[in-house]
């Protein structure tokens, strides 16, 4: 895609993209997270800004050079996120592209754990589903875009996903493809809408971008 086509589609809309992985401690030293590497969220990011966005990202610790030309909110517990993406809810484009961790330590230890204590379990509890509560908080006209990452049945879980967090589209990628995935530059996506089901294949910063265009200038 040229520049030129993709310049002004989003010309004065704020949009807010989450990227990279949330960390839930389980004791000072040690946490539950994901290799997340931030690359497709930023990717969004970029892809958003050179089609005219203001876009601010909040991401969580990533170890990639941050996009150019946006503003930039680091977060590190899923909580953090929550409360940020909270306060920039009234967005006109939200996209989701973090890596949320699902499950948080309940009762975290304040010292580290010693390897003679006992360690036999670890009681998890669910963290907020972020963008569920954007898609049952949603203001008119605002978008709302997710990702979903499966090992199967990709279509099915990602469709029903979309449904019920009620975001209006989701980019699935499935692990199994090898070209895409955590920490890969290249990427293949489903993009699932109420009535779109479209493939998009090539660098994160192409899919990036052929991802906004389908979703703003066709769709
Ligand atoms: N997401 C979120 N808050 C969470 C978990 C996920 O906002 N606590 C968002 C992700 O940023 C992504 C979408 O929901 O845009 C789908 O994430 P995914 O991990 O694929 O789905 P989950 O709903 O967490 O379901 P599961 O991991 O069990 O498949
Ligand atoms: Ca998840």
Known sequence: ??????????SG??????????REFIDPVRFISNPSSGKMGFAMAEAARTMGGEVTVI????????????????IVS???????VKAHADADVI??????????????????????DDASSLKLSRTPDILSWLGHHKREGQTLIGFA?????????????????????IAANSIADHNSGFGTDTNTVTLLGENVRQDFSGTKKDVARQLLDRIFNTG
């Open 59 to 74: 991401h969580g610790p990533v170890h990639i050079p941050k996009p150019g030309g946006v503003d930039t909110i680091e």
């Open 95 to 116: 996209i989701m592209a973090a890596a949320v961790a699902d499950f948080t330590p309940e009762s975290p230890a304040e010292q580290k754990i010693k390897k003679n």
């Open 13 to 22: 809309k704020k949009v807010v993209v989450t990227a990279g992985p949330t």
């Open 149 to 169: 990452m499966e090992t199967e049945n990709m279509v099915e879980y990602a469709q029903k996903k979309r449904e019920s967090k009620k975001a209006d589209w």
């Open 1 to 10: 895609l040229e520049e030129q086509q993709l310049r002004g589609l989003l």
């Open 78 to 84: 899923t909580d953090e996120l929550f409360e940020q």
